[in-house]
């Protein structure tokens, strides 16, 4: 059973900066895409960012676009990142980490995503 740890969040005032990571363990399969999603009080799960399977293809929300970059270290045992600069009150929301195995390149769509982790919080005040 895959599971993932996303660690990192926290609270930041407006115009900060954060690194999430999501560290993976009890992978089976070879390869496998990832992504970043969050949820806001009230709102739908929505997409952040994703990268594939060998980091070299990456997508991002227009929402942040050019403020977070997403990262990840086949290494070890594929540690995904998103690193989130100029971060602002909307980008507050639960953070999810997720894993969509036997993938070669990107996907925004949550339904696709066969594993996730159980978030984490960032808050960012004004």
């Known amino acids: 059973q895959v599971q993932l740890v996303e660690s990192g969040g926290g609270l930041v005032q407006a115009g900060g900066s954060l690194r999430l990571s999501c560290a993976a363990s009890g992978r089976t399969f070879s390869f496998y895409a990832m992504g970043w999603f969050r949820q806001a009080p009230g709102k739908e799960r929505e997409f952040v960012a994703a990268?594939?399977?060998?980091?070299?293809?990456?997508?991002y929300a227009d929402s942040v676009k050019g403020r977070f970059t997403i990262s990840r270290d086949n290494a070890k045992n594929t540690t995904v990142y998103l690193q989130m600069n100029s971060l602002k009150p909307d980008d507050t929301a639960v953070y999810y980490c997720?894993?969509?195995?036997?993938?070669?390149?990107?996907?925004?769509?949550?339904?696709?995503?066969?594993?996730w982790g159980q978030g984490t919080q960032v808050t960012v005040s004004s």
């Open positions: 997720a894993d969509k195995r036997l993938y070669y390149t990107t996907s925004s769509v949550a339904s696709g995503y066969d594993y």
């Open positions: 990268t594939s399977w060998s980091g070299t293809s990456t997508y």
